[in-house]
């Protein structure tokens, strides 16, 4: 879903220092945004004065990481800064939380780890312990570091943003742009575009760098949008529906420019007559390293008010910054050697804060129980949410249940004492009745269980006990074999097709399976017909739900149990893209097509590896009812 703003609209992201620094983009940055208590921040500072021997001036800077190695490529995330530490003789990767005042290392293999980035409890970076550059991920919730790909070709420069990893990948000779998916457990190409590097994600746009230009693609739609001119174009951030970059239009210097992919507009945000790059932006916080003094510095450049501020003005080198609600680090060269230093607000300018959110689910059946986060930057002082049936809170992070089917826009609006921001997600919980209930209609019924079922609760006879069949059998269908009546003690599956006769109208309750640790179900599909379902509580689109098959079906034929005849087809080719969208139910059977053999998985829906697969090239979906005959179930009532 696109989201759209009311008062101000509003960017975010990191800056990507050296070859491809990746910063975080839009919610995930924000999420861990929350202002440190003025007494946590004294001891901090004590603890800094104490190790360095110096005071910050006026509070606004402070060393984090100074050690006499090197220090380089800082991220930030919330309270989390990340950096690369040469302390051990290479480069490994290390954390400071600005809430405890803990340092800790994350990696200390005695390979190189390059180019760390962080979002919320997820570190990820490029590992070279295997001889080449790989992707490698540690959780700050499980203490666990977890192999992402391992190719043997390079794999450099990674993006992170809510549980979504993407990189550049040179498997193909040139560069590519790939993500892991979580649920099929494999890497996935993303961009058919070659050289394509440094890549930037947020919950709904891909933003990279191809042949000099800058590229954003919409995931939900799979839209390519161009958004510089033909020049020379690099390091692309996004926060929200702002793209900053470094731009070379002007052959003899770099400047910052900025694109907004809500109104087609691009806005220069530094042109002086020096050279500016590597920019991260935060909500209306837009920040660089600048050499308009000579020496490269750290400005900031503030959307809302259009003001300009000098961060640093040490003679030595400050670069690669990185910025998150409000806070900047960057690489700090004033010591002899790169250091890891922080700006801090709490005596800069007042900000106006920028509003954003989000849920931990948005869609569901009733009642639906949604947890929302407040992902607002410029560290806001209050809140007043609205959540779309007439129910407020100003709570922070507030709780609140659905009890009715319904879709549902939800805003929040954040304000200080400079001024207040509002973020309005229309439609953006959809609550749909309980799916506890399988309707059958007089005749033949063509359906499908959406997720297992209890024990006790799961066989012919449990669950069809009390449906006159009229003497017919329950069938199953198995390529090559043809129907196969199904046994009393047989039990019914997710991602079955099942072909049931009832004389007469009625519902049958199912009983689900609590059970949080059980596998996702897989169902091996054969060349030919197969009678398939689809899990989930919700209606989803086929591209979605087909992922894990992706273009080795044609055909898709569902079945109206309550007319009694066969739905439009669903064809899989590369005509018609706006037929994309065909939705698939969960309690519905359908007849598939394969041209060759294949496993039908279970995709986790909104992300974005599902999002990929519903339009990627050479998988569009159209109507059409010239298509091959399926089989059809024998006799009748």
Avoid at 8 to 35: A, C, F, I, Q
Avoid at 274 to 284: N, T, Y
Avoid at 474 to 479: K, N, T
Avoid at 567 to 585: C, K, Q, R
Wanted: proline fraction near 8%; aromatic fraction near 10%.
């Amino acid at each position: 879903m696109h989201v759209q703003k009311q008062a101000s609209t509003v960017s975010h992201n990191r800056s990507d220092p050296l070859p491809g620094r990746n910063k975080r983009g839009e919610s995930s940055m924000e999420k861990r945004n929350r202002m440190i208590p003025i007494r946590s921040m004294v001891v901090i500072l004590a603890m800094v004065i104490a190790a360095c021997g110096m005071v910050p001036a006026a509070a606004r800077e402070i060393p984090i990481c100074t050690n006499n190695s090197s220090q380089v490529l800082p991220d930030i995330d919330g309270e989390l800064i990340v950096w690369m530490d040469y302390r051990n003789g290479n480069y490994d990767i290390y954390l400071y939380n600005l809430t405890s005042g803990e340092e800790r290392p994350i990696c200390t293999d005695p390979a190189d780890q390059w180019d760390p980035v962080i979002s919320e409890n997820w570190i990820v970076w490029d590992d070279e312990r295997n001889g080449n550059h790989d992707i490698y991920l540690y959780d700050l919730s499980t203490g666990q570091e977890m192999e992402i790909c391992t190719e043997r070709h390079a794999q450099r420069h990674p993006a992170v943003n809510e549980g979504q990893i993407v990189w550049q990948d040179l498997r193909h000779g040139s560069y590519t742009i790939y993500t892991y998916d979580f649920t099929l457990k494999e890497d996935v190409k993303v961009s058919d575009h070659y050289g394509t590097v440094h890549p930037d994600i947020n919950d709904e746009w891909l933003v990279y760098e191809s042949g000099g230009d800058i590229y954003a693609w919409y995931i939900p739609t799979g839209r390519y949008v161009r958004l510089s001119i033909p020049d020379e174009q690099n390091h692309p951030k996004i926060w929200g529906d702002r793209v900053v970059w470094t731009d070379y239009r002007e052959v003899t210097q770099s400047d910052i420019y900025m694109y907004d992919l809500t109104t087609e507009n691009e806005t220069p945000i530094c042109t002086n007559n020096s050279s500016q790059a590597m920019p991260a932006i935060d909500g209306d916080l837009i920040t660089w390293e600048d050499r308009r003094n000579g020496d490269k510095e750290i400005y900031l450049f503030n959307i809302s008010s259009g003001a300009e501020t000098r961060i640093t003005d040490d003679p030595a080198w400050q670069s690669d910054p990185s910025i998150s609600g409000g806070r900047i680090v960057w690489e700090d060269h004033r010591n002899g050697n790169p250091d890891i230093y922080l700006y801090t607000p709490e005596d800069g300018p007042g900000f106006i804060p920028v509003a954003d959110f989000r849920a931990n689910r948005t869609v569901g059946t009733a009642p639906l129980t949604v947890e929302f986060n407040d992902t607002s930057s410029g560290m806001p002082e209050s809140w007043a949410w609205e959540f779309g049936d007439g129910a407020t809170s100003e709570e922070q992070n507030p709780v609140h249940t659905y009890g009715l089917p319904g879709t549902y826009t939800v805003s929040l609006t954040v304000s200080t004492a400079t001024g207040s921001d509002t973020m309005t997600k229309p439609d953006y919980i959809r609550v749909a009745e309980p799916v506890g209930a399988l309707h059958l209609y007089e005749g033949w019924n063509f359906i499908s269980v959406p997720q297992r079922l209890a024990p006790g609760s799961s066989t012919v006879t449990e669950v069809f006990t009390d449906v006159d069949m009229a003497g017919n059998e329950i069938l199953l269908y198995e390529p090559g074999e043809g129907f196969i009546p199904m046994a009393a003690d047989n039990e019914l599956r997710p991602l079955d097709g099942i072909w049931i006769y009832a004389n007469a109208s009625s519902v049958v309750d199912l009983i689900y399976d609590d059970d949080p640790v059980s596998p996702p179900p897989e169902k091996h599909l054969l060349s030919g017909w197969n009678a398939i379902g689809f899990t989930g509580s919700s209606d989803r689109t086929a591209g979605t739900a087909l992922i894990s098959v992706r273009d080795a079906w044609r055909y898709l034929i569902g079945y109206d149990a309550a007319g009694q005849f066969y739905e439009l087809t669903i064809v899989n080719n590369e005509s018609d893209p706006a037929e994309v969208s065909d939705p698939v139910h969960p309690m519905k059977g359908y007849w598939i097509f394969m041209e060759r053999d294949g496993v039908l998985g279970s995709p986790v829906p909104g992300t974005l590896t599902s999002r990929i697969m519903s339009i990627a090239p050479g998988i569009i979906w159209n109507r059409n009812t010239t298509t091959p005959s399926p089989p059809h179930p024998p006799g009748g009532g």
